[in-house]
């Protein structure tokens, strides 16, 4: 049976990134975006707002601009797959920890603060075999980007 493990969320990030690099020398970036859901209540009639917190990661090239681009604060669109990870802690005990394994991320809002650009960038994790075919109009992907950044 088909399935489909697939998240888009868009939202503030909650702190600035923080990059890490692997013995292979790959990045790391991780970062914490907050996404709002406004409702009224029945019962009061009053609006409430409810925050939920995503952990997400980047890696690769896409961890290097993000870690390099994203800041506390930024509205950003992340697209990617859920990641749930097992791991034990210091006093023996198994916890559980979700993520989501960014795969395209767009920089929203205006210009990022010292920077130039209007804001709407958007970058791509490339497998391999996709390096080689060109960038649509709407992602750049980063097999194809050299080592500067577009803007």
């Given at each position: ?133 060109p960038?649509s ?12 950044i577009?803007?």
């Open positions: 049976m088909a399935s489909v493990n697939k998240v888009i969320i868009v939202g503030n990030v909650g702190r600035d990134p923080e990059t890490r690099y692997m013995p292979s020398g790959d990045a790391v970036t991780n970062i914490s975006v907050a996404t709002s859901d406004r409702y009224k209540d029945k019962q009061t009639g009053e609006m409430k707002e409810t925050t939920e917190w995503h952990r997400v990661a980047f890696f690769g090239k896409l961890a290097e601009i993000a870690g390099q681009y994203l800041k506390k604060g930024s509205q950003v669109y992340v697209e990617g797959r859920l990641r749930t990870r097992k791991w034990t802690d210091a006093s023996g005990q198994e916890k559980y920890s979700t993520e989501i394994v960014a795969e395209t991320m767009q920089m929203l809002g205006g210009k990022p603060v010292g920077g130039s650009g209007d804001g709407g960038e958007s970058y791509s994790r490339s497998k391999p075999a996709e390096q080689s075919a960038a109009s709407s992602a750049a992907s980063l097999g194809a980007m050299d080592d500067d577009p803007f």
